[in-house]
């Protein structure tokens, strides 16, 4: 079983910036996948940015140039640093893991608001 907690999240005015952090504990030996999604009120929840087990990222293109995906391995930590925010932003933000078998696995969520 795999646990994912997120957290970081808060009010920011636009412009600002945070950083997201998703730590995964439990029976896990790799990834093959992990990412950050999010859903805003009334809308689908969509991919914000991923990371492959071998390094490779995807951005979706709202967020490009703006947010940055990383992790630190060792303390099995997922980050995404956000910057130059905007309204646009605000929504409620996942952590995904998939593992080597196939296995996805979601945290709670973190909420991110983003004033104008």
């Known amino acids: 079983q795999v646990q994912l907690v997120e957290s970081g999240g808060g009010l920011v005015q636009a412009g600002g910036s945070l950083r997201l952090s998703c730590t995964a504990s439990g029976s896990i030996s790799g990834f093959a996948y992990m990412g950050w999604y999010r859903q805003a009120p009334g809308k689908q929840r969509g991919l914000v940015a991923s990371?492959?087990?071998?390094?490779?990222?995807n951005y979706a293109d709202s967020v490009k140039g703006r947010f940055t995906i990383s992790r630190d391995s060792a303390k099995k930590i997922l980050f995404l640093q956000m910057n130059s925010l905007e309204p646009e932003d605000t929504a409620l933000y996942y952590c995904k893991l998939t593992t080597w078998s196939g296995g996805d696995y979601w945290g709670q969520g973190t909420q991110v608001t983003v004033s104008s």
């Open positions: 990371i492959r087990s071998g390094g490779s990222t």
